[in-house]
């Protein structure tokens, strides 16, 4: 055959930068579409490698963004990148708006002030951040968002979804490496699913970020982690339901000298099993804080060492006391408390009538019910209405804390996350 194709994938890209060493501002990039489709290496990148602050990117889709995939060498991650590399110019901000959002097969979304492709130098301004607003966004297989530095400050990222589920060692990261302060992760979804080995993670050489979830439905970590090291880093959740299984980690555990972080959980139940930790550990220093406020727990308890149990601990590796502070609130009641010993037998059955006497007397007939026997506490229901008595107390007046999740309610999330 005289003629011989050869193809090539070269990955497509839509770019803007400030050059070295320029001082001016990168253009912004705004792309308003029903489907965005990122694949095989494609990027769109705004870079600042000067002095000048780096272009936005926007992104409006109707329908779907996807970003799947590398270049064919496996070198170039299909994603949407912000670099502030070689300079003191300060990274672009992303934002992603779009009813769904796919990022898979190692893509990613990522500000940074270095540049990953190692053809500059890293800068020492700060990182852009990352804003993100979907009904369903799904990381999977190696996927990322990353607020990363070396030097300078770390970006932000913030999540708004009603379902946000990572799986296959996916991540939402914010490492800041040298002298750079940890940025912060926020993210609220009304369901939020790490599984096989995913991650949350908020890391520094010096003072780490914070880690803000806000999940009005339930938290569900499944052999996967929530981490805020370095030093000092604070994680906070509020959930009715926070369910951790096997090995899940959520921990604000402090290198070096620093002291541990902060952890603070509101919930109405606070399930971890097979082995899954809450931690706020140091190395050199006094441990963290925990405070828990729940209705109950399950599985877990305070210790002061890590067990192979599912502990919850502020230890320090200097000894007991540099322990942190772990306050667990919760609502358990001790039933025996309302018990007491009976001064008189109860009565004989067959002296109990069970109808009223045919007589020209009148005659009535009282079911006092329980008599004062409490009922069981398996829904709310045993608040509102047991026949034949009446519960003339108002909600309004007794319901005023933010507990709101009956046991059957919860059981029915749960058989729902474990499908």
Known sequence: DPFEFVTREIPSIITTAVGNPGTGNAGEIRIDTDHLQLTTGGLISTSSLGDGPGGDVTIMAQDTVELTGTSADGVFP??????????NGSGGNISLNTPNLLIQDAATVDVSNFDRFGTETPGTGPAGNITIES????LLNRASLNADTLNGQQGNITVLADTLTLDNASRISSNAAGAGHGGNLD??????????KSQFVANAAGEAGNIVVNTPQSLYLNNSQITASGGQG?????????????????ATDARGTAIG????????????LENSDITANAEESFGGQILVNAQKLIGTDYRLQ?????DITASSELGPDLQGTVALNTLDVDL???????????????????SCADTSITNSLVISGRGGIPVEFDSTQSLLLHTPWNNIRQLSNIDNHRYRLSITQAQQIFSQLLL
Do not use: M
């Open 135 to 138: 009904d369903t966004i799904q």
């Open 78 to 87: 299909s994603g949407i990148y912000s670099r502030a590399a070689g300079g």
């Open 234 to 250: 604070n994680l906070s959740f509020i959930s009715p339901i926070v369910l951790l299984r096997n090995g899940s980690l959520v």
């Open 306 to 310: 890590l067990t192979p149990k599912s």
């Open 187 to 196: 993210v609220t979804a009304n369901n939020l699913r790490l599984l096989n």
């Open 336 to 354: 025996a408390q309302g018990l007491s010993v009976l001064t008189e037998e109860f009565e004989n059955n067959e002296t109990v009538a069970t």
């Open 261 to 272: 972080g902060n952890i603070t959980i509101d919930t109405d139940f606070l399930i971890a």
